[in-house]
């Protein structure tokens, strides 16, 4: 069981990523998807998550406007674009699965990721 993040970099403050995290041992549809993040010093926060059931999207405050979950199940990846990107969006971001809803509760979840650093700076 596998959770590959990719996607993160180097951005200028109002740029864009998109995150991509793909599954391998276990068939993705079948969990709901988040993301998390954790900023030097800073404890994880949860970010975003998107339900197994109805693909229903849910978003932390801080993202809220500025981020959209997808998945792809024929691809078994999950996507977080964030747009409009600011300095305190840097971080690194992991993808997590968990069998249960979606939640902001670290310790839900079953699988994690090894976490994608994000760089938001001029």
């Known amino acids: 069981v596998q959770l590959q993040a990719s996607g993160g970099g180097l951005v200028q403050p109002g740029g864009s990523l998109r995150l991509s995290c793909a599954a391998s041992?276990?068939?993705?549809?079948?969990?709901?998807m988040g993301w998390f993040r954790q900023a030097p010093g800073e404890e994880r926060e949860w970010v975003s998550c998107v339900s197994a059931l109805d693909d229903t999207p849910y978003y932390a405050v801080s993202v809220k406007g500025r981020s959209t979950i997808s998945r792809d199940n024929a691809k078994n990846t999950v996507y977080l674009q964030m747009n409009n990107l600011e300095p305190e969006d840097t971080a690194v971001y992991y993808c997590?699965?968990?069998?249960?809803?979606?939640?902001?509760?670290?310790?839900?979840?079953?699988?994690w990721g090894q976490g994608t650093q994000v760089t938001v700076s001029s």
């Open positions: 041992g276990f068939t993705l549809e079948n969990y709901a």
């Open positions: 997590a699965a968990t069998r249960e809803t979606c939640t902001y509760f670290a310790d839900e979840y079953d699988y």
